[in-house]
Structures are given as C-alpha cells and as structure tokens.
C-alpha cells in the first residue's frame, strides 16, 4: 500500500484553517469546537504528550460543548504508546445502577415507555466513566500535573464564552429536553442563546476548581459525587453511593482486524462500532471498491449493502459479553464473511437482510435464549484526538448519549447528567435489555490504523449509530481513494439500516440517484430535521508520515471544530 502517496495528497497548510488539512511536525490534536482544540495544541506545544492533551480537551470541551459531553459523560479512549508499542484501551462507558432490571423502561401495560419520556427520566442516568478514563489515563501516561490541565477550562468557564452556532442549533431544536436547572444556563431568563450571545458558566467552574485541588476522585466520592446522587435521588432516579464507589474502568485489549495491508484497533464489545466497521470492512476487502469512482452509484451500492448486512448481524449478536456469549470467531470466519459477501450484487438491492447464523461457524453452541432487536441509541457524542512529538496517539469519544443528555443539570454544579441506560434495549427479552451492573451497547468507534506495525491513522466520529459509517467512509476515502484528509470528511456520506431507513447527505450526483431509484433505495433526509448537525457524523481525524513523523489534521463542519499542532519544538 503506497502511503507515501496519500501524504503527497495531503493539501496541507500550516495556518490553521477549519475548511483545510492542517500540517504541523510536531504533534496535532483535533476536536469539534476550536477553542479546546487550541488549548490541546497548547498542552503539545508546552511540552505535554497526546494523554496530557486529551484531557485538557475533554476538561475544555465541557465548558464549550456541554450538551454532548461532560463531566458525567461515559466514553472510550484508545492509546499507543510509541515506546512499548502497545496499543490498550481505556473503557469509561457508563454501568447500570445495581437497582435496574430488565424492565426499566417498561410501564404498568407492559409496553415499552416512548424514547423521548424515557431519555428524559432519571432513570436513564448510568453511573458515569469519562472522569475515571482521565483519572487512569493520566495516573498512566500524563507528563503534566492535573492542575496544568484543568484551568484552560476553568478560565473559559468564568471567562464570557462567545456561543457558536452548534449552541444556537441545539438550544433551539432541543429545548424540549431540558429541566429547569439546565434552561437557566442554556435558556437564561426564558430566551434561547443565539450564535453571538456571551455566557459564563460559574457553577461549572467550581465543579472544576473542586476537581483541580482533590483529583478526579471528587466526582465519585467527594462533593461532587454527593450533589450528582442528592439530584438524581430528588428526580427519582436509581443511582446510590455505592454504584458511584464501586465504578471501575476496564483496560482492554483492543479489537484487532485487517483490511488488506492493514491493521486496525478498535474498541471491543460491549462496544459494537469496532465490530460494526471491521465487519464492513472484511466483506468489502475482495471487490476492490476504488475501481469505482468515489461519485459512482456501483461505491454507494456497495457500501449500502454491506452496512445492511453487517447491523443485521450487530443486532442480533452484540451486547455486553459478561450477559450474553457473542460469536465473534464465527462472524469473522471467512467462510462465514464470505457467505455474507455472496448475497450482494450489483443487478439488484437485497428485498430483505436478516442475520446469518455464524454459530456455523464456531467450535462451540449458542447459550443465548435471548434474541437481538434493534436498538435506539442516542444521536450525539463528540470525538477528539492527539498525536504528539514522539509518536503517542490518543483518541477519545466522550459522550452524555442524546443531546442535553437526560435535560437534568446538577445545581450548583453546572453539568448535565447522561441518558446512557437508553442505549438499552427498552424491552425486556432482548440481548440489549437493562439489567444490573451491565453496559449497553455503544456504536462509539475511537480507530487507530496500524501499517506494517507503525500507526499512521487515527480518526472517530459522534453520531451514535451512524458513526460506523462515517468512519468506514472516511477510511476508505483515505486509504483507497488516496484523498485529501479535508476532502475525505467532506465528501458526501450515506448510511442505511437492514431495513432500507436511509440517509444521504447533500452532493450525491443525480446520475448516481437515478441509478439508486431504479434499485429500490429512496431518499431520505428526515435526520436534518431531527438533529443539531447537517452531515452524518463529525469525524476528526489525524495522519501521520511513517518516515517523518509529520502529522495532518483536519475537522468536519457542522461544529465549529479544527485541527492544530506546533510546527516548533518546545522550549527547554
């Protein structure tokens, strides 16, 4: 594979430029809002390392994108470390409380209660990981003190913030999901803020100073952890002491795959986006998709079918390993991947997708008795990523699930709590159904892609279930079709579900649409209406030059994000 070539059609610059790849030589970071990108930039440019970095920009993006992320947001974080050469990852998704059961969501009819009253029930509120990720991960590898990376926070905390557009768009389609705590920051006096207005967010600067002068344990033992349990007991809810207590992250092994030359690490399950896109990816490899042009309805065909193929098998199959047996040796077997590959032609879509039976293909018999259905997860997230001067890569995708998360801010406190139990299954029976101490499904894909050993590309994407396809779009942009980093995120993305829900972004050519029409696919943009964002996901994204060590970083644009990195060492 000719990666120098894909560094040769990097069009780089090394100002920074939301609507351009970046260049730097040494180090990048890369997140959805510009000013926590400019203060990880920062962290590299004084000397820290990529882990130093992402925490800083996950402190920052709570401040400034508070409505997907946060102070009790769950999430993953992926990291090589250059000097051992491993690749771990740090798993903070969020755990059912200990009280829930399999009928969480379920009212006295025995009927599943609607996502927008669930979402929007304490009930939802998972015991949050993201500051125990921080916490392991800077206790691993962080160079700086904590307190060095927590008050670029703080300052645009107690500082006026100038809201951006992604705010304004939020606000003004999601304002039905806040409680009052969360209308006084987001709504104050009743009137949405628009693009433009100032905001100082007090409260949330004393949650961070709290955790600058304890440490990350403040937000499961201390004061902070007291105020989250005194809020959530006040609306209901299921979380006690002890769920905060007794949280712990997990560090895994990562989800190895290939695609060709490559090698690709991933999340493993209870996260399914790593499955979801190494799936793809193994049933794409034999067609050679880059023979059709990137603009071609052959490549859009192609990519709908597989995605089709492979959620019907995440659905049926995935969920929290510790509940269920997954067999994941049987659905990347290459019998089973070819059998998979066999049903797709170009003559024709498939009528009906249904899972395939890769228990074929496994040495040992199903246990489960509960059976797959599709799930709901939330539609926003954020993902953010570092590289620094030696070659550390660290890449996180943070998330609070929906939008506004569960609407329930902490008083006095300044952050929203998550919905992430909606993640679940609301009914009973299924492979995803809630249950005590157990992890959701999650579709967030953190990606680092590895060849002949040596990382060179690292890219994530918000979007719950649609960030599968953005990655895999963007992958392939990149490694096959040779693109500019930039162009790669621009370039117009699908997504399509087993049964036919579609969405296409806008720049699909007509001749490709009528090609699609005549197959059977329908257009659908329905999802503009129902999120803050235009595009299907929001990928960042950083190359890397294995012989130089250079990087290239670019952003997508529905948020007001951008990549930037030193191109000067740091001072001695």
Request: proline content about 6%; aromatic content about 8%; glycine content about 8%.
């Amino acid at each position: 594979m000719d990666l120098q070539k894909i560094i040769q059609n990097q069009k780089a610059h090394k100002h920074v430029s939301q609507d351009e790849t970046a260049a730097a030589k040494y180090g990048m970071a890369a997140s959805a809002i510009k000013e926590a990108t400019e203060i990880g930039e920062q962290v590299l440019e004084d000397g820290g390392n990529a882990i130093d970095a992402i925490i800083a920009i996950q402190f920052a993006l709570s401040i400034v994108e508070g409505m997907n992320t946060g102070i009790a947001a769950g999430g993953f974080l992926i990291h090589y470390d250059n000097e051992s050469k491993k690749t771990i990852i740090i798993d903070g998704h969020s755990q059912a409380p200990s009280e829930v059961t399999p009928e969480l969501f379920v009212n006295e009819e025995g009927e599943a209660v609607p996502f927008d009253e669930r979402s929007t029930s304490s009930k939802a509120v998972g015991v949050p990981g993201i500051m125990k990720v921080m916490s392991e991960a800077h206790e691993r590898y962080g160079s700086m003190p904590l307190e060095r990376l927590v008050e670029p926070a703080i300052e645009l905390a107690e500082n006026e913030y100038e809201v951006n557009s992604l705010w304004e768009r939020t606000i003004e389609q999601f304002k039905d999901r806040m409680g009052e705590e969360t209308k006084k920051v987001f709504m104050p006096n009743g009137k949405p803020l628009k693009e433009g207005d100032k905001i100082r967010q007090p409260d949330l600067a004393k949650t961070l100073k709290i955790i600058k002068e304890q440490g990350f344990n403040a937000v499961y033992e201390g004061e902070i952890a007291d105020a989250m349990l005194e809020t959530i007991e006040s609306h209901g809810g299921l979380m006690t002491k002890e769920d905060m207590q007794n949280y712990k992250v997990a560090i895994r092994e990562p989800l190895w795959s290939t695609y060709k030359e490559l090698d690709l690490a991933f999340p493993p399950p209870p996260n399914v986006g790593g499955f979801t896109i190494a799936q793809m990816l193994k049933i794409l490899e034999p067609f050679e998709i880059e023979k059709y042009h990137p603009h071609s309805w052959e490549k859009y065909h192609l990519l709908s079918e597989v995605m089709r193929l492979t959620l019907a098998d995440k659905e049926a199959y995935m969920g929290d390993p510790e509940f269920i047996d997954i067999p994941m040796e049987g659905l990347f077997h290459p019998k089973y991947i070819e059998e998979r590959r066999n049903r797709i032609s170009f003559d024709e879509r498939l009528k009906k997708v249904k899972e395939g039976n890769p228990w074929d293909y496994e040495e040992r018999d199903s246990t489960n008795k509960l059976h797959g259905v599709h799930s709901e997860e939330g539609m926003e997230t954020t993902h953010f990523t570092a590289v620094d001067r030696w070659g550390n890569i660290a890449a996180c995708t943070s998330s609070i699930e929906r939008i506004f998360g569960s609407g329930i801010m902490v008083p006095g406190y300044g952050f929203l709590m998550n919905n992430d139990l909606t993640d679940f299954n609301p009914e009973p029976g299924t492979k995803n159904e809630p249950n005590a101490k157990k992890y959701a499904i999650s579709s967030k894909a953190p990606t680092i892609v590895f060849h002949e050993g040596k990382p060179f590309f690292t890219l994530g994407s918000p979007g719950a279930t649609t960030i599968v396809a953005s990655v895999l779009q963007v992958l392939l942009n990149v490694i096959e079709y040779k693109m500019d980093l930039k162009e790669a995120i621009q370039e117009p993305r699908i997504y399509i579900t087993p049964d036919l829900k579609i969405q296409w972004e806008d720049g699909i050519n007509d001749e490709a649409m009528e090609k699609l029409t005549e197959l059977g696919y329908e257009l659908d943009r329905s999802y503009k209406e129902v999120t803050a964002d235009t595009r299907v996901g929001d990928v960042q994204a950083i190359l890397i030059d294995p012989e130089t060590g250079h990087t290239y970083g670019a952003a997508d644009s529905p948020r007001p994000g951008e990549a930037a990195g030193p191109d000067e060492p740091p001072e001695e």
